[in-house]
């Protein structure tokens, strides 16, 4: 013990020095008599006038200081004491007994429906202690702040802790939302189906209850600051009223670390979001282990959000600890407290109240005599800031009321508080999912739930849930509380105001083409989108989102009338005002604009998207991002895009691994549409021409919120991915009769060959499809070979369209049931068959399967690099070239040309020479 307390004593000492403010420690006292009469005085400022006026007098002398050249620094950290005065705390409004009882029963219900979750034959788990220790934390909300859908201004928007969800279960369950089936439910979503709950908040399973898919730590911070950024949008350009509307962000200190959580704190603080509160519940541990053992992850987190333009709120300790700190009149008790780590903290939350006496309060004489008249018990009591009402309670008002910035709430907490020895502040708390018997008895005495011995030993793997019934003083207290503040939260509801989709003409820039001009399919697809957005009805729908590079992509054209959105305006003269395409921003303006910044244009997209259900005004949200730092790079956040049900398109332009002449490597997007493959909500198309991206665009449009499609056995809830390139072609004028039906499904046929001779089939998408046509030609005149060229718009919806079918026919033996589509445009089709993309060969893979001619594709495996598209096409060998030598080894191979011809065009075309290669042009930016 002495060896330990040795230790405790060294850590709290010389290790943890860099977690002080330093504001003194690095200059000489020269005279220390005057130090204690500015500090003596200060504290009868303190005594006879309160905090608020000290507060002032400071901030006043730290601003004369500043103007007088004295360095000050700038105070990023304070003391490891509550922000909030004692003094300055507003007044707890509720009935504390009563919401002390059902807060109980919550944690009680929340601890038993995980535990049950848990028994032997069902064993799919859950986590206990995330909620138990932050029960307080939500409970104020909900008592107090957070507004459901009802409430005058429209309700707030909450995001909880993914591992917190059982409390919230538990919450419903009180509110009769939930009956005992249900949470008997938890985790077993197909199995107990209409009586399941999913495992943490999934709007995709529970539609009418999860709002925000929060689990992918990380996530849940950075769309809630774009949730309110998007507010501000709606409000702004006038499609809604948010100005009373507050956004709650509930996050772990562990998930604090995560680059998502920190890196787009800057946005709220530079638009003054303060209708944000992020509230961090610190209970000093990560999943497995403490979050900072040396350091202290509260003062850090205060320094980083203090920096980054936030207003902090710190609540540290709880009320018990008041009177010990208004008597620590020299200050010993909050030094130990700057320099306890949080290691320590911990440790001391797994011990006991005595240990508490020893290695903490026996550092010092002082701090030793301050609790001499304390039992060990009114020790081990004295709770930690975010277990206590009154002070999550003041610190809560104190956020909705500031305005100018954004606030965090700092809350310090204890995990797995009140589950027992076994339990609390422990390494291994986060994977504990069962209480033993012991525990079960300890948790109840604790909360003082009225549930027998005889009750628990009867089953220890099925103890009950408890509720007083809806007659009972606290739970009609309870409702009320949700009554008065609008209903219950969380709730996801889906009905909108109507949208009225865009006039027929709105199309007509698609199907017309390019005339004689050259236009890449960016172009195209931004000459479709600014007559969508000029469409008097639905133009204002349309959210434009851009991380950056608008102009690479032609999009500068809407600068001078959509606007860039900016919430101050623009207050700067514009480097380019004379320019017909001048940058512009605007309070009004349509154009969102992140910067570089993918993660946070996703999170954008997802708050757009999904206007239609948290504010009832849908937005089509169209993000535009820059070859493969889309879904390469914020594949996760897609995901949880998915899992919210967010509506929108997705544009992937500059496309292609050999499109980017000059780019190279982490540009040359090659695989894409394989990674979107993976989200069942992402529709992916690769267009090949304007016309083809018109019937698909109005196809989607029609999908979301299309009149139609209300029972359209499908899903509205997608997400269009068009991939869209930057090498300018003649764009072709739609054709007569085209198969709109084969555009929407993924493959019709573009062009027959005009040549009798050998049959074939060249499937060409996006880019490949003008050098496919290139080869049908040389096919026929050098060769005497008929090629059909079939452009494919999707192999990912084709692939899933065949692979529905063989369900189908698995799950329906003996019965006749449908062919893939593909198969079915592609019966008579005669010869093999050559796929080519300018995507690795496994994107037309896909579809290999269904189709029963010889089948062989071309792609673009490998690394991408820096050069010319044509040698960048011949070394990856799905060029013009390659195209005709493929089709001719297939044919060679069943006799049907010159065993030698393939040879002999290798020879003729230069194949192995990369500079050869003739496929493509120059044009286009990159």
């Given at each position: 013990?002495?060896?330990r307390?040795?230790?405790?004593?060294v850590?709290?000492?010389?290790?943890t020095?860099?977690i002080?403010?330093?504001l003194?420690?690095q200059?000489?006292?020269?005279?220390?008599?005057?130090?204690a009469e500015?500090v003596?005085s200060l504290d009868?400022l303190?005594?006879?006038?309160g905090t608020?006026?000290a507060?002032y007098?400071?901030r006043?002398?730290?601003q004369?200081?500043?103007?007088q050249?004295?360095?000050v620094?700038?105070?990023?950290?304070?003391?490891y004491?509550n922000t909030i005065?004692?003094?300055?705390?507003?007044?707890?409004p509720?009935n504390?007994?009563?919401?002390r009882?059902y807060?109980?029963?919550?944690?009680?219900?929340?601890a038993?429906?995980?535990?049950?979750a848990?028994?032997?034959?069902?064993g799919?788990?859950?986590?206990?202690?995330?909620?138990?220790?932050?029960?307080?934390?939500?409970e104020?909300?909900?008592n107090?702040?957070?507004?459901g859908?009802?409430?005058p201004?429209?309700?707030d928007?909450?995001?909880?802790?993914?591992?917190?969800?059982?409390?919230?279960y538990?919450?419903?369950?009180?509110?009769?939302r939930?009956?005992?089936?249900?949470?008997?439910g938890?985790?077993?979503?197909?199995s107990k189906?209409?009586?399941?709950?999913s495992s943490?908040?999934?709007?995709?399973?529970?539609?009418n209850?999860?709002e925000?898919?929060?689990v992918s730590?990380?996530?849940g911070p950075?769309?809630?600051?774009y949730?309110?950024?998007n507010?501000?949008y709606?409000?702004?350009?006038?499609?809604?009223?948010?100005?009373d509307?507050?956004v709650?962000?509930?996050?772990?200190?562990?998930?604090?670390?995560?680059?998502?959580s920190?890196?787009?704190?800057?946005?709220?603080?530079?638009?003054?979001?303060?209708?944000l509160?992020?509230?961090?519940?610190?209970?000093?541990?990560?999943?497995d282990?403490?979050?900072r053992?040396?350091?202290k992850?509260?003062?850090?987190l205060e320094?980083?959000?203090r920096g980054?333009?936030?207003?902090?709120?710190?609540v540290?300790?709880?009320?018990e600890?008041d009177d010990?700190?208004?008597?620590?009149t020299?200050?010993?008790l909050v030094?130990?407290?700057?320099?306890?780590?949080d290691g320590d903290?911990?440790?001391?939350?797994?011990?006991?109240g005595?240990?508490v006496?020893e290695?903490?309060?026996?550092?010092?004489p002082?701090t030793?005599?301050?609790?001499?008249?304390?039992?060990d018990?009114?020790?081990w009591?004295?709770?930690?800031?975010?277990?206590?009402?009154r002070?999550?309670y003041?610190?809560?008002?104190a956020a909705t009321?500031?305005?100018?910035?954004?606030?965090v709430?700092?809350?310090?907490?204890?995990k797995?508080?009140?589950?027992g020895?076994?339990f609390?502040?422990?390494n291994?708390?986060?994977q504990?999912k069962?209480?033993?018997?012991?525990d079960?008895?300890?948790?109840?005495?604790h909360?003082r739930?009225p549930?027998?011995?005889?009750?628990?030993?009867?089953d220890?793997?099925?103890?009950p849930?408890?509720h007083?019934?809806t007659?009972a003083?606290e739970?009609k207290?309870?409702?009320?509380?949700?009554?008065?503040?609008?209903?219950?939260v969380?709730?996801?509801?889906?009905?909108?105001?109507?949208?009225?989709?865009?006039?027929?003409?709105?199309?007509?820039?698609?199907k017309?083409g390019?005339?004689k001009q050259?236009?890449?399919?960016?172009?195209?697809?931004?000459?479709?989108?600014?007559?969508?957005?000029?469409d008097?009805?639905?133009?204002k729908?349309?959210?434009?989102?851009?991380?950056?590079?608008?102009r690479?992509?032609?999009?500068?054209a809407?600068?001078?009338?959509a606007?860039?959105?900016?919430?101050?305006?623009?207050?700067y003269?514009?480097?380019?005002?004379d320019?017909?395409?001048?940058?512009?921003e605007?309070?009004?303006g349509?154009?969102i604009h992140?910067?570089i910044n993918?993660?946070?244009?996703?999170a954008?997209f997802?708050?757009?998207?999904t206007?239609y259900?948290?504010h009832?005004?849908?937005?089509?949200p169209?993000?535009?991002?820059y070859?493969?730092?889309?879904?390469?790079?914020?594949g996760?956040a897609?995901?949880?895009?998915?899992?919210?049900m967010?509506?929108?398109f997705?544009i992937?332009?500059?496309?292609?691994?050999t499109?980017?002449?000059?780019?190279?490597?982490q540009?040359a997007d090659?695989?894409p549409?394989?990674?979107?493959?993976?989200n069942p909500a992402v529709?992916?198309?690769?267009?090949?021409?304007?016309?083809e991206m018109?019937h698909?665009?109005r196809?989607?449009?029609e999908?979301?919120?299309?009149?139609?499609?209300e029972?359209?056995n499908?899903?509205?809830n997608?997400?269009?991915?068009l991939?869209?390139?930057n090498?300018?072609i003649v764009?072709?004028?739609e054709?007569?009769?085209?198969d709109?039906?084969g555009?929407l499904?993924g493959?019709y046929?573009?062009?027959?060959?005009?040549?009798?001779?050998p049959?074939?089939?060249i499937?060409?998408?996006g880019v490949s499809?003008?050098?496919?046509l290139?080869?049908?030609?040389?096919?026929?005149?050098?060769?005497g070979?008929s090629?059909?060229?079939?452009?494919?718009?999707?192999?990912?919806?084709?692939r899933?369209?065949?692979?529905?079918a063989?369900?189908?026919?698995?799950l329906n033996p003996?019965?006749?049931?449908?062919?893939p589509?593909?198969?079915?445009?592609?019966?008579?089709?005669q010869g093999?068959?050559?796929?080519?993309?300018?995507?690795?060969?496994a994107?037309?893979d896909q579809i290999?399967?269904?189709?029963p001619?010889?089948?062989?594709t071309?792609g673009?495996?490998?690394?991408?690099?820096?050069?010319?598209r044509?040698?960048?096409?011949r070394?990856?060998?799905?060029?013009t070239?390659?195209i005709?030598?493929?089709t001719?080894?297939?044919l060679?191979?069943?006799g049907?040309?010159?065993?030698?011809?393939p040879?002999?065009?290798i020879e003729?075309?230069?194949?192995?020479?990369v500079?050869?290669?003739?496929t493509g042009n120059?044009?286009g930016?990159?």
């Amino acid at each position: 013990m002495n060896a330990r307390k040795e230790r405790l004593d060294v850590a709290a000492g010389e290790d943890t020095s860099h977690i002080l403010s330093g504001l003194t420690n690095q200059l000489p006292d020269r005279d220390p008599e005057e130090t204690a009469e500015w500090v003596e005085s200060l504290d009868a400022l303190i005594r006879e006038q309160g905090t608020e006026r000290a507060q002032y007098i400071m901030r006043s002398l730290l601003q004369r200081a500043g103007a007088q050249s004295v360095g000050v620094p700038m105070v990023t950290t304070t003391d490891y004491v509550n922000t909030i005065p004692v003094d300055q705390e507003a007044q707890f409004p509720g009935n504390e007994e009563y919401e002390r009882r059902y807060r109980a029963y919550m944690r009680w219900n929340a601890a038993v429906m995980v535990h049950r979750a848990q028994r032997p034959e069902i064993g799919v788990g859950g986590h206990i202690s995330t909620y138990a220790g932050a029960a307080t934390l939500y409970e104020v909300g909900f008592n107090h702040f957070f507004r459901g859908k009802d409430a005058p201004g429209g309700g707030d928007q909450v995001f909880f802790q993914g591992h917190a969800s059982p409390g919230m279960y538990a919450r419903a369950f009180m509110e009769g939302r939930l009956s005992e089936e249900d949470l008997d439910g938890f985790r077993q979503e197909k199995s107990k189906e209409g009586h399941a709950l999913s495992s943490y908040p999934h709007p995709r399973l529970m539609p009418n209850f999860w709002e925000f898919p929060t689990v992918s730590m990380g996530i849940g911070p950075m769309n809630a600051i774009y949730q309110a950024q998007n507010n501000r949008y709606l409000h702004n350009r006038g499609l809604k009223d948010t100005s009373d509307q507050q956004v709650w962000a509930f996050l772990g200190d562990g998930e604090m670390d995560e680059p998502e959580s920190r890196g787009l704190l800057q946005l709220a603080a530079n638009e003054n979001l303060d209708n944000l509160n992020f509230v961090i519940n610190c209970n000093l541990q990560r999943l497995d282990g403490p979050v900072r053992g040396n350091g202290k992850i509260m003062q850090e987190l205060e320094a980083f959000f203090r920096g980054a333009g936030w207003n902090v709120i710190k609540v540290v300790w709880g009320r018990e600890w008041d009177d010990l700190l208004t008597r620590d009149t020299d200050g010993s008790l909050v030094k130990i407290m700057n320099e306890t780590p949080d290691g320590d903290y911990q440790t001391y939350k797994a011990e006991s109240g005595g240990f508490v006496r020893e290695h903490f309060f026996g550092k010092t004489p002082q701090t030793k005599d301050l609790v001499a008249d304390l039992s060990d018990d009114e020790i081990w009591n004295l709770k930690r800031g975010g277990h206590d009402y009154r002070k999550v309670y003041a610190a809560y008002k104190a956020a909705t009321e500031f305005k100018g910035k954004p606030t965090v709430i700092l809350a310090k907490t204890v995990k797995g508080y009140g589950l027992g020895p076994h339990f609390e502040g422990r390494n291994a708390t986060h994977q504990m999912k069962k209480l033993t018997l012991d525990d079960l008895k300890k948790f109840r005495d604790h909360l003082r739930i009225p549930v027998s011995d005889e009750q628990l030993e009867k089953d220890p793997y099925r103890p009950p849930y408890y509720h007083p019934g809806t007659d009972a003083p606290e739970i009609k207290y309870l409702l009320e509380r949700r009554a008065a503040l609008g209903g219950s939260v969380p709730e996801r509801r889906s009905k909108h105001s109507d949208i009225e989709l865009p006039e027929a003409k709105s199309y007509e820039v698609a199907k017309r083409g390019s005339g004689k001009q050259q236009a890449a399919t960016t172009m195209a697809f931004v000459r479709l989108l600014k007559d969508l957005m000029r469409d008097k009805n639905f133009g204002k729908h349309i959210a434009p989102i851009i991380p950056d590079e608008a102009r690479t992509f032609g999009m500068d054209a809407f600068f001078p009338t959509a606007k860039i959105y900016n919430p101050g305006g623009q207050n700067y003269l514009s480097v380019d005002r004379d320019l017909v395409l001048a940058y512009k921003e605007s309070a009004q303006g349509q154009l969102i604009h992140p910067g570089i910044n993918e993660a946070g244009a996703v999170a954008a997209f997802t708050a757009a998207g999904t206007a239609y259900a948290t504010h009832g005004v849908p937005l089509v949200p169209v993000y535009v991002f820059y070859s493969m730092f889309g879904f390469q790079r914020t594949g996760d956040a897609f995901w949880a895009a998915a899992d919210q049900m967010t509506r929108g398109f997705i544009i992937g332009a500059t496309a292609g691994r050999t499109t980017l002449t000059g780019e190279g490597l982490q540009h040359a997007d090659g695989h894409p549409p394989l990674l979107a493959s993976t989200n069942p909500a992402v529709v992916t198309y690769d267009p090949a021409y304007g016309y083809e991206m018109g019937h698909i665009v109005r196809d989607g449009l029609e999908r979301m919120y299309g009149q139609g499609s209300e029972g359209d056995n499908g899903d509205r809830n997608l997400m269009y991915y068009l991939t869209v390139y930057n090498e300018p072609i003649v764009q072709p004028a739609e054709p007569e009769n085209l198969d709109v039906e084969g555009v929407l499904k993924g493959i019709y046929k573009l062009a027959d060959s005009p040549a009798e001779g050998p049959k074939s089939q060249i499937l060409a998408s996006g880019v490949s499809v003008p050098w496919a046509l290139e080869a049908q030609r040389i096919l026929a005149e050098d060769w005497g070979v008929s090629a059909d060229v079939w452009s494919v718009t999707s192999w990912n919806e084709l692939r899933r369209d065949g692979l529905a079918a063989e369900e189908e026919a698995f799950l329906n033996p003996g019965k006749d049931t449908r062919e893939p589509f593909v198969t079915r445009q592609l019966a008579g089709a005669q010869g093999p068959v050559v796929a080519v993309s300018d995507y690795m060969k496994a994107v037309p893979d896909q579809i290999r399967q269904f189709i029963p001619n010889e089948f062989a594709t071309l792609g673009a495996d490998g690394f991408g690099f820096s050069d010319t598209r044509a040698a960048a096409r011949r070394y990856f060998k799905n060029d013009t070239h390659s195209i005709v030598v493929k089709t001719l080894q297939l044919l060679a191979a069943k006799g049907e040309v010159d065993g030698n011809a393939p040879a002999q065009a290798i020879e003729k075309y230069r194949l192995l020479n990369v500079n050869a290669g003739t496929t493509g042009n120059a044009g286009g930016e990159s």
